[in-house]
Every structure is written in structure tokens, then in C-alpha cells.
């Protein structure tokens, strides 16, 4: 198996990045030592810029790499990028629909019924939305060392996954002390606040490993791959983030951090891709 750029095997690459994303989230997470609320208005533009970010990088990074990979199937060239990404979409239906866990903007939790802790079920709906990131992470780094792609195109990808990185690592921020903070609200103490925050981000270097191993292993699935990445993100942005941002009718506050988190992404992609 070739090894990529930088000296590094593409799972180790997925490794440190998906680290890199795990450790802005965390630092995120912090921010409940220093207080027990932030500005709401400021969380839900933060969490707007989440959503705009997680739309472009589903497109750039993921959806457009997916359809330049399947030039072979002719006019057909939709179907992995399509498939994949209703596949991806499913798949975190399917998760939202049996796994306990709890949105902060609903009073009862989702899932299958249980008797565990509040606290508990918010935990696993964040992990849940964290899972979509370190795959698309780990998935991008694996494209990029795939076989069979011409070295303008590896250029390409290896650029795609570093702004995929940068990009999710930066709105893990607001999202870190989205989780932190509520917990804090919750009664428990500033430290088991911060590590509830954290730890909710320790899945995306472990579901990184997977995407990039996973097509690196199977090439053939690369594009369906991509694309079930970008399906699983959207969904996200689409369950989650957007009405997690206008919960408190921040409307317009929210609107225009998507809008700038989207144009941040393509800004970002376009110039490393």
C-alpha cells in the first residue's frame, strides 16, 4: 500500500487530523472553566457557521471528488455519488432511530426507550453527530492515496482533505462549548462538564481510522464512500445544527453564520484542493 504525502501512511494522516479535530473540540469544551453561559446569540451564529462549513465541505470535499471518480460510469456518472450519499443519509436515520439519545431542543429522548440520565443521552446525540465528521475525514485521506487516479487528481484530494480537516476542526470550536456548557446548566461540575465535552469528539479519530482503512482496502467503493460521508453530513446539518441554531429565534444571527461558513469552506477547499 503506498504511502501518501508528508511521509505519512493515509491512516495515520486520518489519525492526526481526526486528533487535530478531537483537540479543537476539546479546547472548545474548555471554555466552561471560565464560565457557566456564553451569549446564546453568539453560540447560535457559531453554530450556524457549523452548518454552513459542514454544507460546503459535503460538496467540495466529498460530493465533487466522488463524481470526478466515477467519469467511467458515462452519463450514468451520478449513481455513486447518488447512492452513497441516500446511503450515508440512511445510515444516520437508522442511527438517530435506535440509539438512545437526547437533542437539546426536544424534552423527550429519541431512540429506543431507556432509563438512563439526561446527561447521558445528550452525550450520545453529540457522539452521534460526531461520527459523520471523523468519517468524512478519514474517508477524504483515503481518496487521496487511492490507486488509479492521476497525480493532478491526488494533488487535488490530499488539498480537499486538509481543508476538510481545517474546516471541521475550526467549527468543532462553538460546537465543543455547545456541549460543555448545557451540561454545566445541568448541575455537574466544571470538570465533568469539560470532559462530557471532549469526549463527545473521541469518536471522529476512531470512525477517521475506519473511512480511511475501509477504501483502502475496498477501492472500488471510493466514490460511494465520499458520497456517504457528504449524506451523513447533511443529515446532520439538517437534524441538528440548523434548528439547534434558531432554537432561540436567533433567525437571522444563525443565517448569516451559515452563510459565511459556507463561503469560508469553498474559499478554503478551492485554495488547497
Do not use: C
Not at 460526531?130 to 474517508?139: D, R
Amino acid at each position: 500500500m503506498r504511502e501518501s504525502f508528508y511521509g505519512l501512511h493515509p491512516i495515520a494522516q486520518a489519525l492526526v487530523a481526526t486528533a487535530l479535530t478531537w483537540a479543537v473540540t476539546a479546547l472548545g469544551a474548555a471554555v466552561v472553566a471560565f464560565t457557566r453561559s456564553t451569549s446564546q446569540k453568539f453560540l447560535d451564529t457559531a453554530l450556524g457557521f457549523s452548518a454552513g462549513v459542514m454544507i460546503a465541505a459535503s460538496y467540495w470535499s466529498l460530493l465533487a471528488p466522488a463524481l470526478e471518480l466515477s467519469a467511467g460510469y458515462g452519463s450514468a456518472k451520478w449513481v455513486p455519488a447518488a447512492t452513497g450519499f441516500l446511503a450515508g443519509a440512511a445510515f444516520l436515520r437508522l442511527a438517530d432511530y435506535l440509539l438512545p439519545h437526547l437533542h437539546p431542543t426536544l424534552a423527550e429522548p429519541e431512540g429506543i426507550k431507556t432509563s438512563w440520565q439526561r446527561t447521558t443521552l445528550l452525550m450520545l446525540a453529540m457522539t452521534l453527530h460526531n461520527i459523520p465528521e471523523g468519517l468524512a475525514v478519514g474517508v477524504a485521506f483515503g481518496a487521496a492515496a487511492a490507486a488509479g487516479i492521476t497525480e493532478a487528481q491526488r494533488l487535488d484530494m490530499i488539498g480537499s482533505a486538509i481543508a476538510l480537516s481545517i474546516g471541521i476542526a475550526l467549527q468543532n470550536f462553538p460546537e465543543g462549548a455547545a456541549i460543555s456548557l448545557p451540561f454545566r446548566r445541568e448541575g455537574l461540575s466544571r470538570m465533568r462538564s469539560f470532559w462530557w465535552g471532549q469526549a463527545s469528539a473521541l469518536v471522529e479519530p476512531v470512525a477517521g481510522l475506519a473511512g480511511a482503512a475501509l477504501v483502502l482496502l475496498v477501492m472500488p467503493i471510493l466514490p460511494y464512500a465520499l458520497a456517504f460521508a457528504a449524506g451523513a453530513m447533511i443529515f446532520v446539518v439538517v437534524e441538528e445544527l440548523i434548528p439547534e441554531s434558531q432554537r432561540y429565534g436567533h433567525i437571522d444571527s444563525s443565517t448569516t453564520g451559515v452563510v459565511i461558513g459556507f463561503v469560508f469552506m469553498m474559499i478554503l477547499d478551492t485554495a488547497l484542493g
